[in-house]
């Protein structure tokens, strides 16, 4: 099975720009769930989509958003970008069944730097 | 709210050296408790899970106990590789509560010499 792909891999933007990211999971899952990773932060929840809808949502400010499709890719959005938005964002899939036995599964991560 | 407390890296090791990376957490509820593992330029790889009270998860010669009464999920190696070396982050989940959402330590970064 293909696992989870994001895309770009790695942009520049600059300040005020506005970026969009790709994750496409593995075949199968439904939930796609975004983190921000960086050096002072560490990983940080951003959210979670299932079948279309946000079903979970961290505390990030309403420039981040996200939205998934029918066929479970999930794009996520940043609006008016600040250089503290320079991080590693990682995408994880899983079959978003609730109970114990889900496990996320990541992909390699956009690196966005801005500028 | 829920957390997760991992010892501070950086961990400098030799090879065959013994690995223990310690993890404690808070939370409600029943959570999975996760070991994660990233190689530098690269996402996070499961590297082992334990969902209930008194489980060992374990994988590649690594294990970890979910151990309640310590509210602790130590991660151990008995003789730890060069290729070991790499970040550590130790994560819970509350599945019944909160979906897919991850909470993260801080990681723990590895070395190991030759």
């Known amino acids: 099975k293909a696992g989870v792909t994001q895309t770009p891999r790695y942009l520049i933007k600059t300040r005020g720009q506005q970026v969009t990211l790709s994750c496409s999971p593995i075949s199968g899952h439904r939930s796609v769930s975004w983190y921000q990773q960086t050096p002072g932060q560490g990983l940080q929840f951003l959210f979670e989509y299932f079948s279309e809808t946000q079903r979970n949502k961290g505390n990030f400010p309403g420039r981040f958003s996200g939205r998934q499709f029918s066929n479970s890719r999930s794009e996520m959005n940043v609006s008016t970008l600040e250089l503290g938005d320079s991080a590693l964002y990682l995408c994880a899939s899983s079959t978003g069944l609730i109970g114990s036995t889900d496990t996320q599964y990541f992909g390699p991560g956009t690196r966005l730097t801005v500028l | 709210g829920n957390s997760v407390t991992q010892m501070e890296g950086p961990v400098t090791l030799s090879e065959e050296a013994f690995l223990t990376i310690n993890c404690t957490y808070t939370?409600?509820?029943?959570?999975?408790l996760f070991w994660y593992v990233q190689y530098p330029g690269e996402g996070l790889q499961l590297l082992l899970k334990?969902?209930?009270?008194?489980d060992k998860g374990s994988n590649k010669g690594f294990e970890a106990t979910y151990r309640k009464e310590t509210t602790s999920f130590h991660l151990e190696k008995g003789s730890v590789q060069v290729s070991d070396s790499a970040v550590y982050f130790c994560a819970l989940s509350d599945p019944y509560n909160q979906g897919g959402k991850l909470i993260f330590g801080q990681g723990t970064e590895l070395s190991v010499k030759p």
């Open positions: 939370a409600t509820g029943y959570p999975s």
């Open positions: 334990a969902t209930k009270a008194d």
